[in-house]
């Protein structure tokens, strides 16, 4: 079945009267970042979702930083997952070719100089039923500030995997509701994530998913490992550190928190990021969860946001001509009226933050207390 946040979101498209390109916003970091989507396939384990029970693999995004090449205009996700999105909402009235207009800023050429290099890595893990291209933009502007980062898709997970040979993977998870079950899907999304980061190791698989590593052996500092996710993606961060303590630090945007590590607790440094609405009080595993936390910790929520604030969504209502009834619908059930653009450079600003003190123990004066330039950014507790 469709996702319901998806057919709150579409309806913003219903209103677009023409096949267009449409660029979405520019990254704020200092660096350019190029894009390279992979397969990775676990040998050791078979897929507990697959019928055939074929071997679990995975799909993934690198964002690779650099600061050289130009930048030019691609495809925000790749043509069978546009075309599924397009008929999947046709019967609402949307217009062909309505996914496959959308355009994002990327490097399309490897560059011959500089390419840093030692970059710390974010391993991203996105909402259930959400595919981890509709964080594109926000995961290129965090890689714009000298991150590596690879999101992952987690197949019968996310509405649809499409993988390099063409085929794609449905998503059967939409309609789980009992805790054993959102239990047993992360518990499955933290083997995913773990297999990730052993692959990091790979010296073939890195030269693979990240294309400018065959010129730099160094591109990857992987003593300085984070991980991040929205929603159940976030809480799939804090059981995966749980299970392994090689992060230097994990994000959770905004993801009510399942697992053992409700109760257990972590001693690795960790940041809980929430929508105006969300709290310990609306949301006990927070509170729980909170209360175990044993090292540095920190807990935000961002003003006139929702939920969805947390994924490109914001970004693509304001990227595209929509009705103002359109957007006032999903603005009050989904994304929140904070606005595209302001909503992805804030949370931005805070992840890259977090992440800098993570890696090499910055401590930014944006994570030591309310900010002048960041009004609707709210300290809830540290």
């Given amino acids: 079945m469709i996702q319901p946040v998806l057919y709150t979101v579409i309806l913003f498209l219903i209103s677009l009267g023409q096949t267009a390109i449409v660029p ?83 490097q399309q050429q490897p560059p011959s100089c500089s390419i840093h290099g030692d970059y710390p890595v974010l391993l991203f893990s996105p909402a259930l039923g959400v595919s981890r291209l509709m964080y594109t933009s926000l995961l290129q502007n965090i890689a714009s500030h000298g991150f590596a980062v690879i ?103 905004d993801g009510s928190l399942w697992g053992s590590v409700v109760d257990k607790g972590l001693s690795t440094p960790f940041l809980l990021f929430a929508n105006a609405n969300h709290t310990q009080a609306t949301d006990p595993s927070w509170g729980t969860f909170w209360s175990h936390l044993r090292g540095w910790k920190l807990q935000l929520r961002l003003a006139q946001s929702k939920h969805y604030s947390f994924s490109d969504f914001p970004v693509l209502v304001d990227s595209l001509s929509v009705s103002d009834e359109v957007k006032q619908i999903v603005q009050a059930d989904r994304i929140g009226t904070i606005g595209g653009l302001r909503a992805r450079n804030v949370v931005t600003s805070y992840i890259v933050a977090t992440l800098q003190y993570f890696a090499y123990g910055n401590m930014s004066e944006l994570l030591s207390g309310p900010s002048v330039s960041y009004p609707d950014v709210t300290f809830v507790d540290s």
């Fill in 151 to 253: 999101s992952v898709d987690h197949p019968y997970d996310a509405n649809i995997v499409e993988f390099p040979d063409g085929r794609t993977v449905i998503g059967i998870l939409g309609n789980i509701t009992t805790d054993a079950q959102f239990v047993a899907a992360m518990d499955v999304r933290v083997q995913d994530m773990i297999f990730l980061f052993n692959q990091t190791y790979d010296q073939q698989v890195i030269r693979d998913i990240f294309p400018l590593s065959r010129g730099n052996s160094d591109l990857l500092a992987l003593d300085r490992v984070t991980i991040s996710g929205h929603s159940l993606g976030g809480a799939t961060a804090a059981q995966t550190i749980l299970v392994d303590n090689r992060f230097v630090g994990g994000i959770n945007l």
């Fill in 24 to 106: 979405l916003p520019s990254s704020t970091g200092p660096c350019d970042v190029t894009l390279h989507a992979s397969e990775l396939v676990d040998l050791s384990r078979t897929d507990p979702f697959d019928p055939k029970r074929g071997k679990r693999a995975i799909m993934v995004t690198t964002f690779t930083p650099f600061n050289c090449g130009s930048v030019l205009s691609t495809s925000y996700i790749p043509n069978a997952t546009a075309r599924y999105e397009d008929e999947t909402f046709q019967s609402l009235g949307l217009p062909p070719g309505t996914f496959e207009s959308l355009r994002i800023q990327t």
